[in-house]
């Protein structure tokens, strides 16, 4: 019997036990934590019940559940870091459940307790395994890259979130590469999360509310990718008043706006480099004598969310991100160029509440990414367009049956339309709907049971089909935590993941991406997973986390370079297995004005592609095997704040040239070198080290909060090694090393009001 079918025959047996033995005669106490002055939902606020030490962390939404309680008069208090505490006497009735909402006012003074208990109750009570949730606060306590936070540069300072270098904004999850994460804006898919050829990710950390990343064993509700999810969500605006924030800084400008609605809000938030501007505006051109090697470059996003109540029980958001990067590299006589590639996002949630117990979202979506570029090279003209659009319905039903007993159920509905079309000449070759507009449907079934005040299970079933594959697949999951004891808790998770979707990764920018739909020659990826970690505080204030894994890997593709003229998608797209373990570190302490974490992570990756390398097993680019991430931040006083972030890592495996044989490219009517490569990442670039610092000084501009900042990327200035290059001119050949950004110093400055 498969493992698929084992977990499966459990879930059977244990689900309808589970609910039999729920005891209905216990209260349930919920509510609902928003700002006072706003009505935005607050995340992470504390709900206290001292007299039962019992206690939740507010999600998301604002919401929050504590099951089990014993009817009568209890004594709540609420806090949160930079509000009042709120305190109420909330009577429960028997076998029923009760709900509250909880205005928190601002204030000025947090105290130490309030941080350290917010944090510890956070991580114990979550039920789920290798998380990790930022707000924007964290986000922007991170030295900056040209005075801009960057949400990617920040997860990339966790363990087992690698970065290649400092030009990749993707995020190598545990041995995968970036496109086996689910990326959400709003529950809506990003394709292609990048600015500036990868420098900076498309998240605009002014518009951003939480950030929810799971790096493995993450539940049925997600799929369709092998390793992790990352959901980002959209910030409410402000309910009662306008409020804004422009900030600016020596690459570029952002500015954010919110204002009440008759029953809700709006957030308006864009950003726009301005290089090209400054370029002309300085005249650049006259300047410098030769305007054919002043390239024009700029990217902008734009965010924009409506929130608005439709009644007691209903309530509708809509959302939508439009951004684009351009890059236009005039004639100089032998190559003229331009490059466009960005995303466009829409989407609407409408929730509906049924009962005290059951609600529903209801989600359309609209995603889409194209890239394009076009020119002549020594007068030849030349295209390249690639695409993907998808059109998805959600819909998700949350069923709390009792106090021991939450169920979750759903199902999708996707769309794709994928476009390629690449002319060098007079030679065309096009891929449209590539054979067809696959249709991808999926469902699933997940229950969250407590059998006892320790042990908290969550297992389901997700059903997935992509009809251009010709191939259904069931994924049982399931996730364990057990309380030892106040202070420490046990988890462990084991799952099966599918994947339909392929990226094609040409080149060593995240511009030339191109993404694929599984087909019956090309059958989903797989991937199984195996999770156990602990977490807690040995001692205040420090939290510590210790996590292992192991994924095995079947049906993942790469892409032959070798074989692109090739008719047959199998040569070009040849299918292997991989594998992929390690073992993670964290150690955090938070307190008064002190915050700081330091993360290793020893991991390997291999993968064997029968097609590729001779069929010998071999290290793909992104297996590092030593990862270290240090990051500190100290309030100085009320005004002053200083930061600073170390990282190392193993130098990532390449695969380095045996030889070379000289050949032509009769459209072009140039001659070049092709290189005979040796054994696939058989060689390592050596090791990768970085130190960034960070200064922001806090004042009053007109009346107005303003702060200033001065960051310094690489502040020791080490020329990191990017990738290496052979010289086939020289005679012995050349090797020399293309190396990374030298030390940069930025200034930024921003005010809200």
């Known amino acids: 019997m498969t493992f698929q079918r084992i977990i499966a025959y459990l879930i059977a047996m244990v689900w309808p036990a589970a609910i039999a033995v729920a005891q209905m005669s216990s209260s349930t106490f919920s509510g609902h934590v928003r700002d006072a002055s706003t009505h935005e939902a607050l995340a992470g606020a504390r709900i206290e019940l001292r007299d039962l030490h019992r206690g939740a962390i507010s999600d998301i939404s604002g919401d929050f559940t504590i099951k089990n309680l014993p009817a009568g008069a209890i ?128 998240f605009n950390t002014d518009a951003i509310k939480d950030v929810d990343l799971i790096k493995g064993g993450y539940p049925p509700e997600y799929g369709g990718r092998l390793t992790g999810v990352l959901n980002v969500t959209t910030r409410e605006g402000d309910r009662n008043e306008v409020h804004g924030k422009t900030s600016i800084s020596l690459i570029s400008a952002r500015q954010t706006l919110e204002f009440p609605l008759p029953s809700g809000s709006m957030l308006v938030s864009g950003r726009r480099t301005y290089i090209d501007a400054f370029l002309n505006a300085v005249n650049a051109d006259k300047i410098f004598g030769d305007s054919t090697q002043l390239p024009r470059y700029y990217f902008y996003d734009l965010n924009a969310k409506i929130d608005e109540d439709l009644g007691a029980s209903d309530r509708l958001s809509v959302s939508g991100y439009l951004g684009a990067d351009h890059l236009l590299y005039p004639s100089n006589g032998f190559v003229d160029i331009t490059l466009t590639w960005g995303n466009q996002l829409a989407s609407a949630e409408w929730t509906h509440i049924f009962s005290d117990n059951v609600y529903a979202r209801t989600f359309a979506g609209y995603s889409a990414y194209s890239s394009s570029s076009s020119g002549t090279i020594t007068a030849n003209p030349f295209e390249f367009d690639n695409g993907i659009q998808e059109l998805s319905l959600k819909e998700d039903v949350d069923w709390r049956l009792n106090t021991k007993n939450d169920v979750r159920f759903g199902a999708g509905l996707s769309q794709f339309k994928f476009h390629f079309f690449n002319r060098l000449g007079s030679t065309n070759q096009a891929l449209n709907d590539t054979g067809g507009v696959p249709k991808y449907v999926s469902a699933y079934m997940q229950h969250e049971w407590q059998p006892t005040d320790r042990i908290t299970a969550t297992y389901g079933l997700r059903a997935e089909l992509l009809d251009l594959a010709n191939a259904v697949t069931f994924d049982p999951r399931l996730t364990i935590a057990y309380q030892l004891n106040p202070s420490w808790t046990l988890k462990a998770s084991t799952g099966i993941y599918h994947q339909f979707l392929h990226l094609v990764t040409a080149g060593d920018f995240a511009f030339f991406d191109l993404w694929i739909p599984g087909t019956a020659p090309l059958p989903p990826s797989m991937s199984t997973q195996y999770i156990l970690g602990i977490s807690g505080y040995p001692a205040d204030p420090y939290f510590v986390s210790c996590e292992a894994y192991y994924k095995k890997l079947n049906n993942i593709v ?46 390997r990756v291999t993968e064997n592609i029968p097609a590729m ?96 900042s001065l960051d310094i990327f690489n502040i020791y200035s080490h020329r990191n090694v990017w990738f290496r290059v052979v010289d086939t001119k020289m005679q012995p050949p050349v090797v020399s090393d293309v190396t990374l950004l030298p030390i940069i110093p930025t200034l930024g400055m921003e005010v809200t009001y």
């Open 75 to 202: 004594d709540v208090e609420v806090h949160l870091l930079g509000y009042t505490v709120e305190k109420q006497i909330v009577l429960l009735a028997q076998g029923l459940e009760t709900k509250v909402t909880f205005d928190l006012h601002s204030a000025v003074v947090q105290g130490k307790e309030i941080t350290i208990e917010s944090e510890r109750e956070r991580e114990i009570e979550k039920t789920s395994v290798s998380r990790i949730t930022l707000t924007p606060n964290i986000i922007e306590q991170v030295p900056a890259v040209g005075g801009e936070s960057d949400l990617f540069r920040v997860l990339q300072l966790m363990p087992g979130v690698k970065a290649l270098n400092e030009v990749s904004s993707g995020l190598y999850i545990r041995g995968g590469p970036p496109d086996q994460n689910l990326i959400l804006l709003d529950n809506n898919v990003v394709y292609n999360p990048s600015h500036l050829f990868g420098f900076f990710s498309t």
């Open 558 to 603: 790469e892409y032959n370079e070798t074989k692109f003229l090739s008719n047959n998608i199998e040569e070009i797209f040849p299918r292997g297995t991989g594998e992929a373990y390690g073992i993670e570190l964290f150690l955090r302490e938070r307190v008064n004005d002190f915050t700081g974490w330091i993360g290793y992570t020893l991991s």
């Open 613 to 708: 390398n001779n069929g010998e097993t071999f290290y793909p680019k992104y297996d590092q095997r030593n990862d270290i991430q240090l990051v500190l931040s100290y309030k100085l006083s009320d005004r002053w704040t200083v930061g600073a972030t170390w990282t190392y890592a193993t130098g990532q495996a390449y695969t380095a040239d045996l030889g070379y044989y000289r050949t032509a490219f009769d459209e072009i009517g140039f001659e070049h070198d092709l290189e005979i490569p040796g054994a696939m990442g058989a060689q390592r670039l050596p090791d990768y080290h970085r130190a960034d610092a960070s200064l922001t000084y806090a004042f009053k501009f007109f009346g107005k909060d303003a702060k200033a």
